[in-house]
Structures are given as C-alpha cells and as structure tokens.
C-alpha cells in the first residue's frame, strides 16, 4: 500500500480524497499520519523522512498545513462548525510544500450536516487538498461522501502478527487477554492495562460459563457490568461468540464446511450457527447503544438471558 501511494505522489496523481477504512486500534491513524507526512515531508529524495522538521511536527499535531480533526471533549460526533472551520483554514495559502491535509478521524461520527457541508469540498477540491477520512464503518457516511474518496482498506494483522509486534514494543508483557478482548488491535492493546483487561476477562468467562450451564443470577451480573466496564465485557462476550462461529465453520481439517450442520457439537457448546450470529447481531446492537440514554442493566441482562435460554434450548 505505501509504495502505490509513494508512486501516486511522485508522479503527481495524489487523489483530493482518501478514505481510510481500518478497524479501531490497528493503525489507521499512524497510516493516516504517514500520508499526512509523505506530502508535507520537507527532504528530498524518498519521503517522509520521519526525521525532519515537518514530519515531526505533523506527529506533534503542530504543522501549519495539517489539520486533526476529531469530536471535541466529550462529545461523540464531529459536527458542523467544526466542519465550516475546516474548511476556512483549507483555503487559506500552504506554508511548505504546497499542500494542506486534514485527517478527519472517525469520519464516521460525522452527523448529517456536518457530512453535507464537507460534501461540496469533495465535489469541487481546491488544487493540492487532501482530506484524509479514517472510518471503522464507512457505511455509516453518506453514499454521496463515500463515491467522492478513494478508498482504501487497512487489513487488521493476524493474531500472532499483533502478538509478535506487541511483545517487541513491551518484552515480557502477555498481551493475550487484551487481544481476547480487543481483538486484533496492537495499537489499542499497547495503551491498554493489562492487568484490568485480564480480570474483566476472567470475569465475563466465568459468568458466561455459570449461565451456560444453567446457573448465574442475570439480574446481578448485568448490574455488575453495568456499573463496571461495559463496554469491554461486550467485547469479550463478542470476541467469545465470533470464536465458536469460527470454530462451527471450520472442518477438523482446517477447512470451511459449506455444509455445517445445524446444530454444533458439544465442543461450540451446542449453539447452532443462526443463533450464533443472532447473539452475535444483538451484543453488537447493545454495545452501539451505550453511549445513548439507554438501560445499561436491562440491556446487559436480556442479552445474558438470551445466551442462557438459546443454550439450554440447543441441549434439548
């Protein structure tokens, strides 16, 4: 991917729009910072550098023809003044190389207005402009903005690539349970507290075995998670799902059965696969859902149920 994007911009085809779709915590943004880099870079010769004055200031958030632009404070969408700011400093003249960059990051908090302003940016670019939308849903942009980018898609590494980099960053420390939960997502799980990451682990386990053989109390567990990290008990409840999909579909031999039974053995915990991605759907619904006026405890709860009740019905 760098080198296409090195030759594009040493051949003068740079696209006006790069939308950038790459899941949480696996480097999308330190992409988005090296573009941001490779056309401010101030050497000659193959760039970025990474060691000059402007390539350390775009890391510092400090170059003057760079622009991060991210929700403000607490809020959980990027909205349209700040969208009509951005767009008032992407006019004005660049100080280096000629470019000006904005690094919209998640563009996927955009709301409607704040989409629509931007969208007359993208249909009618300034000359040596670059908006740089880094999205985990594109999906949730506007078809309009969306057909206006280039897009380009962040493979997440593998489990032992993350685990590989992550030991290299931190010897000695076991990333293991942070990937559990977060997945494959090294630069999330290198800010990460180990140590917290592993208890919410063992936690939700434990409950989750306690209701999958019919003990556990629903009701308290769900208070529990909800006064406690939520968010990434959801996660391991979704990491410990999207494991025995991928264990129903995968043949003793390592390939997928395109004709998998309709109930799993004992070994995926007697889940039949529809059920599996409908619990799947529902902890991804409820997780969308916190940051929203809603009942964590309800919510927890009757998803808990859910897990119980499809259990008991696939051991009958």
């Known amino acids: ?10 051949a003068g085809r740079f696209p006006h729009a790069l939308l950038l779709h790459a899941n949480p915590g696996t480097g999308g943004e330190t992409l988005g910072l090296w573009v941001t880099q490779l056309l401010l870079c101030g050497v000659r010769g193959e760039r970025p550098c990474g060691e000059c004055l402007d390539c350390r200031r775009v890391l510092e958030g400090q170059h003057p023809d760079f622009t991060l632009l991210t929700p403000i404070e607490e809020s959980k969408q990027i909205r349209i003044d700040q969208i009509r700011e951005l767009l008032s400093e992407l006019t004005l003249t660049s100080h280096g190389r000629g470019y000006k960059v904005a690094l919209i990051t998640p563009a996927d908090a955009l709301n409607v207005n704040a989409a629509n302003a931007l969208l007359k940016t993208l249909e009618e670019p300034s000359a040596r402009t670059l908006l740089l939308l880094l999205a985990a849903e594109p999906s949730r942009l506007p078809a309009t903005v969306r057909s206006r980018c280039q897009r380009l898609r962040v493979a997440p590494p593998t489990r032992a690539e993350s685990l590989a980099w992550l030991e290299a960053q931190r010897p000695g420390a076991d990333f293991g349970a942070a990937l559990d939960i977060l997945g494959n997502a090294p630069f999330a799980a290198r800010e990460a507290d180990l140590a917290a990451l592993s208890a919410v682990r063992k936690d939700t386990l434990d409950a989750l075995a306690q209701l999958r053989h019919g003990g556990g109390d629903p009701a308290g567990i769900a ?8 968010g990434l ?16 579909m995968v043949g003793s031999d390592g390939s997928v ?11 995926v915990e007697d889940l039949n696969i529809r059920s599996l991605f409908g619990l799947l759907d529902q902890t991804r619904e409820l997780a969308a859902l916190l940051e929203t006026p809603l009942n964590r405890a309800l919510g927890i709860e009757n998803l808990l149920r859910s897990l119980s009740f499809r259990a008991a019905a696939g051991r009958h």
Request: aromatic share 4%; net charge positive.
């Open 257 to 267: 059965e395109s004709g998998a039974s309709p109930h799993l053995s004992e070994r």
């Open 233 to 248: 008990h959801l996660r391991t409840v979704e990491t410990w799902i999207s494991e025995r999909i991928r264990r129903a």
């Open 223 to 230: 208070e529990r998670w909800a006064r406690g990290e939520t």
């Open 1 to 10: 991917m760098r080198p296409a994007l090195r030759a594009a911009e040493a």
